[in-house]
């Protein structure tokens, strides 16, 4: 019953700016753990960026930190994105992860159980 979407991908130049966003509903939104991969095609689905259900507790995977924000909206039921300072090298799919446990380890793609369909950065030389 749950279901998570994002949005927000698309074209920038090296050095632009993008936004994703990332609605779930079915359950209490303000309960879930929130996360964010990027999967190329061939490779492993790899961690880009989590925040948990205080909004204050978040996680960034180091080829990202200082250039990725991750913050939630809970009266949106939304979790956002914002990217600046793109590489050539962000360009992939990013997907959203959701998960109500009590803990998650946030950094694998193993243990959360609700994803979106992803939503394609591509980033220009």
């Known amino acids: 019953q749950v279901q998570v979407v994002e949005s927000g991908g698309g074209l920038a130049q090296a050095g632009g700016s993008l936004r994703l966003s990332c609605a779930a509903s079915?359950?209490?939104?303000?309960?879930?753990?929130m996360a964010w991969f990027r999967q190329a095609p061939g490779t492993e689905r790899e961690f880009v960026a989590a925040?948990?259900?205080?909004?204050?507790?978040?996680y960034y995977a180091d080829s990202v930190k200082g250039r990725f924000t991750i913050s939630r909206d809970n009266a949106k039921n939304t979790v956002y994105l914002q990217m600046n300072g793109l590489k050539p090298e962000d360009t992939d799919v990013y997907y959203c992860?959701?998960?109500?446990?009590?803990?998650?380890?946030?950094?694998?793609?193993?243990?959360?159980?609700?994803w979106g369909q992803g939503t394609q950065v591509t980033v220009s030389s």
């Open positions: 925040v948990g259900r205080t909004a204050t507790d978040t």
């Open positions: 079915g359950r209490t939104f303000e309960r879930f753990h």
């Open positions: 992860a959701a998960d109500d446990a009590e803990w998650i380890t946030y950094y694998s793609s193993v243990p959360w159980e609700y």
